[in-house]
């Protein structure tokens, strides 16, 4: 269960950075929606990538 947590909390933290960063980004530079959209599916993408690396580790382990 305390890997389920960790690998869902690392997808959603990578999803959430990535949004406000973006968000961050549309603010200063005006560009409304293209810098959250992008940045939000590039934090989607690192979310996975750090999912699959853990889940990799976590089943090498057994």
Known sequence: ???GFRLSSELI???AVGAA???GFDRLLSTSPFGFI???LL???AGVVNVVRSA???SGKR
């Open 1 to 3: 269960m305390a890997l």
């Open 13 to 15: 933290a990578g999803v």
């Open 21 to 23: 960063i973006g968000w």
């Open 38 to 40: 992008v940045l939000t």
């Open 43 to 45: 934090g989607f993408v």
């Open 56 to 58: 990799g580790v976590a």
